[in-house]
């Protein structure tokens, strides 16, 4: 998550959610949700999305090109969010649209594009007979003073998911 304010967009930050505009014209809404604090340790969780504003499917957008702009505002708004060490950021794909294999992947490539190995990420792919895998990751600095504990901590938020 390399810090590139000068190839990102510039964002109007709300108390827990960002919006950019791109080039394009596509108004992006980025949330941060505070999700949860483990009783005993210093952590912070966060719930993490984006979507670009009253577009249903991106694909239906015409003359749509890939703007690596869109990928480095959403790295630097993740920068931001875990500013603190304590903190740790999770998402889920989305998965109604049968889409959400193609979005974790695109969420990897962008991770390893602007990782500056400050941060780190731990994977679980939830799997329920007869349902799509929900693919939950979870994001933290590598200086997280509960990094050895992050784990557990992370599997008992998740309770009965699994």
Same mark, same amino acid.
């Given at each position: 998550?390399?810090?590139? %304010?000068?190839?990102?967009?510039?964002?109007?930050k709300g108390r827990d959610?960002?919006?950019? @505009? =791109?080039?394009?014209?596509?108004?992006?809404?980025?949330?941060?949700?505070? =999700?949860?604090? =483990?009783? #005993?340790?210093?952590?912070?969780?966060?719930?993490?999305?984006?979507?670009?504003?009253?577009?249903?499917?991106?694909?239906?957008?015409?003359? +749509?090109? @890939?703007?690596?702009?869109?990928?480095?505002?959403?790295?630097?708004?993740?920068?931001? @969010?875990?500013?603190?060490?304590?903190?740790?950021?999770?998402?889920?794909?989305?998965?109604?649209?049968? +889409?959400h294999e193609q979005r974790?992947?695109?969420?990897?490539?962008?991770?390893?594009?602007?990782?500056?190995?400050?941060? #780190?990420?731990?994977?679980?792919?939830?799997?329920?007979?007869?349902?799509?895998?929900?693919?939950?990751?979870?994001?933290?600095? %590598?200086?997280?003073?509960?990094? #050895?504990?992050?784990? #557990?901590?992370?599997?008992?938020?998740?309770?009965?998911?699994?």
């Amino acid at each position: 998550m390399s810090n590139t %304010t000068n190839q990102t967009y510039p964002c109007v930050k709300g108390r827990d959610s960002s919006t950019f @505009v =791109a080039d394009s014209g596509i108004e992006y809404y980025v949330y941060y949700i505070s =999700a949860y604090e =483990a009783s #005993g340790h210093e952590l912070e969780a966060f719930e993490f999305g984006f979507a670009p504003v009253g577009i249903a499917d991106i694909r239906t957008v015409k003359n +749509r090109t @890939v703007d690596k702009k869109v990928a480095a505002t959403i790295a630097f708004i993740i920068r931001e @969010v875990l500013n603190k060490p304590n903190r740790i950021l999770y998402y889920t794909c989305e998965y109604t649209d049968n +889409r959400h294999e193609q979005r974790n992947l695109l969420f990897y490539k962008w991770f390893d594009a602007f990782n500056d190995g400050k941060f #780190g990420r731990l994977e679980y792919p939830i799997k329920r007979k007869g349902e799509p895998t929900i693919f939950f990751t979870a994001i933290y600095r %590598t200086d997280n003073p509960n990094l #050895g504990q992050l784990n #557990g901590i992370i599997m008992d938020y998740l309770g009965d998911l699994k």
